[in-house]
């Protein structure tokens, strides 16, 4: 199937510094990625649809300045979580979306811990 | 607003036993997936079903999808410890912009 390379796997970081994960798709071209948080032992809840060019589409409830998601090429959108705080603390997974079948393939998930 | 839910939520069973997860969903869809989670990983693709009545099987698990009752079902067959999961569904949507919704999960510990 289709490769989605997402990094950094892990990450830990101090309170008020700034966060980017990156998520590229390997072999295909994704005009659209998503972007979800996963809480432990919880589902995967959408925060973001990143167009390719244009800006990205936040769920309701998930705060744009925060959470700043660029998709410059087809290939890749990134996430950066700004001025962390411990609360932001979650496993981010990135997933991108085949255009002729619409499956969806992830990426590896970030797990970000915050002090 | 597309909800999405499943159940069991968690679910322990025996080795050799069958099983079948419920995914139902609340408005229509035109496509409905299956993802399993192992512990601290992502998700990996098990099946894709694009069309009322669509069936696929991959070793013990099959999938099935009836868009009239907004349901679709996994079901295992003769369960080994290495299905041990988290089995999600979602249903994604094409009003307006592509989304993909995810079901609370299903938690299952097959039991030696």
């Known amino acids: 199937g289709a490769v989605v390379s997402q990094h950094p796997s892990r990450v830990i970081c101090k309170s008020g510094t700034s966060v980017k994960i990156e998520c590229r798709s390997l072999d295909f071209q994704a005009t659209t990625m998503f972007w979800y948080r996963q809480f432990p032992k919880q589902s995967l809840m959408l925060m973001a649809t990143?167009?390719?060019?244009?800006?990205?589409?936040?769920e309701q409830g998930v705060e744009k300045d925060k959470f700043l998601i660029n998709h410059a090429s087809l290939t890749l959108s990134t996430l950066t979580v700004t001025s962390a705080h411990p609360e932001d603390s979650s496993f981010y997974i990135c997933?991108?979306?085949?255009?002729?079948?619409?499956?969806?393939?992830f990426g590896e998930g970030s797990r970000l811990t915050v002090l | 607003e597309l909800k999405v839910e499943q159940n069991p939520l968690f679910l322990s069973m025996q080795e050799g036993k069958n099983y079948t997860i419920y995914c139902n969903y609340s408005t229509t869809s035109d496509r409905l997936y299956w993802y399993r989670q192992d512990p601290g990983k992502s998700l990996e693709s098990l099946f894709v079903?694009?069309?009322?009545?669509a069936v696929k099987q991959e070793g013990r698990l099959m999938a099935s999808l009836d868009t009239k009752a907004r349901l679709s079902t996994l079901h295992i067959t003769a369960a080994v410890h290495d299905l041990s999961a988290t089995y999600f569904c979602?249903?994604?949507?094409?009003?307006?912009?592509?989304?993909?919704?995810f079901g609370t999960g299903t938690r299952l510990k097959v039991l030696a």
């Open positions: 079903l694009l069309s009322n009545g």
């Open positions: 997933s991108a979306r085949v255009r002729v079948t619409g499956e969806l393939f």
């Open positions: 990143s167009n390719e060019g244009s800006k990205a589409t936040y």
């Open positions: 979602a249903v994604s949507t094409t009003s307006g912009t592509y989304k993909y919704i």
